[in-house]
């Protein structure tokens, strides 16, 4: 009896493998004084390393950014002696308390990489963007979304043009996912929804955001992204998954019911915040395929697990459902009166 997985009432996909040497990487691994290492973006480098760049709490509370590299993307890291991007309050007053959660993405037309990362102000969390050839100097695009707002990324590309920014504002239709459009990084409009929160029961109910940046498969979009339940013992973070239309990212074609990374170990049950697993970046393999997800443990530590992409969309094809038949929806009632109320 018990509880094993294998167990005929426990058997469900594994489709994330964490590592056997988790955590990878935390406070006690710093050159200088921490609290805490968590909630890393990630990219490979040209030279084939990978980068880490960290969310770093200092023992004031307030975080700021920091690089790890390493060869293999597991061990030996050499991380930065000093912060590598620091809050500049005097110059950018939303950063008054901090930065934090990057996401990295490549674009390959400007040959940069651009950051995507929270600033936390007296108004709440805010996102603001830099754009880095070596992430050593930094080109600050500044606050691009105001309060409250997170969990953004860039896709690698344009789209009609136009830059296109995935982001999660918080407001009085709740907490969902949006993408929004820009010629030049610093004026955005066209802000849609593409990803709502459920309601009721559901793992993903009340409050979603992105976790890394989008995946550019052959299917379209594949988008990775984090749903917190309330619980009376506190909120669990878990991880999603929705498919995109390729040509126009504002159209979700696919969304799993399932969560597939939820907290299970100690690393990520118990920490500053626990039960929560919330990657902010991945890396994919030479063969186009092998993903390693790199994220939060509790607020207190960072850990990677690695997952197929085809096998992922493979998942989805047997076990998603068409983003127009949402989870639920009764009999009669009409697709524009069901959006109204699960919204």
């Not at 880095?132 to 080109?139: A, G, L, N, Y």
């Not at 953004?152 to 789209?159: D, G, I, N, S, T």
């Not at 955001?209 to 669990?236: D, K």
């Not at 994220?295 to 990677?304: E, F, I, K, M, N």
């Amino acid at each position: 009896m018990g509880n094993s997985r294998s167990s005929n009432n426990q058997h469900h996909a594994d489709l994330f493998r964490r590592h056997p040497r988790n955590p990878l990487i935390s406070a006690a691994d710093w050159p200088y004084p921490v609290n805490s290492v968590f909630n890393a973006g990630a990219t490979l480098l040209q030279d084939g390393t990978t980068l880490l760049l960290c969310r770093v709490e200092d023992r004031k509370g307030h975080s700021h950014l920091c690089a790890a590299r390493s060869e293999n993307g597991l061990d030996s890291w050499n991380i930065d002696p000093r912060p590598t991007l620091e809050p500049d309050p005097v110059n950018y007053p939303e950063e008054l308390w901090g930065i934090e959660d990057p996401r990295i993405t490549y674009l390959p037309e400007l040959r940069k990489y651009a950051i995507a990362y929270c600033a936390y102000s007296r108004g709440g969390p805010s996102v603001s963007l830099v754009l880095t050839e070596d992430f050593k100097s930094f080109e600050r695009c500044g606050n691009i979304m105001p309060p409250e707002n997170k969990d953004a990324a860039l896709f690698p590309r344009r789209f009609n043009g136009l830059w296109a920014l995935v982001h999660r504002p918080v407001g009085p239709i709740g907490a969902h996912v949006w993408i929004s459009f820009s010629p030049d990084m610093r004026h955005w409009g066209g802000h849609k929804l593409i990803l709502a929160a459920r309601r009721g029961g559901w793992w993903d109910a009340n409050r979603i955001g992105l976790s890394p940046p989008p995946i550019e498969t052959p299917r379209g979009w594949l988008m990775l992204y984090h749903g917190v339940r309330r619980t009376a013992a506190g909120c669990i973070y878990r991880l999603g998954v929705a498919l995109f239309d390729l040509g126009d990212p504002t159209r979700c074609t696919k969304r799993g019911d399932h969560w597939l990374l939820g907290p299970e170990t100690e690393y990520e049950r118990f920490g500053d915040v626990g039960n929560v697993v919330f990657p902010c970046g991945h890396t994919l393999g030479p063969d186009g395929d092998t993903l390693s997800l790199y994220y939060g443990g509790a607020d207190s530590c960072l850990a990677v697990a690695t997952a197929s992409v085809r096998e992922i969309l493979e998942w989805l094809d047997a076990h998603g459902r068409d983003y127009g038949e949402p989870a639920g929806k009764p009999p009669g009632v009409s697709q524009m009166e069901w959006d109204a109320e699960t919204m």
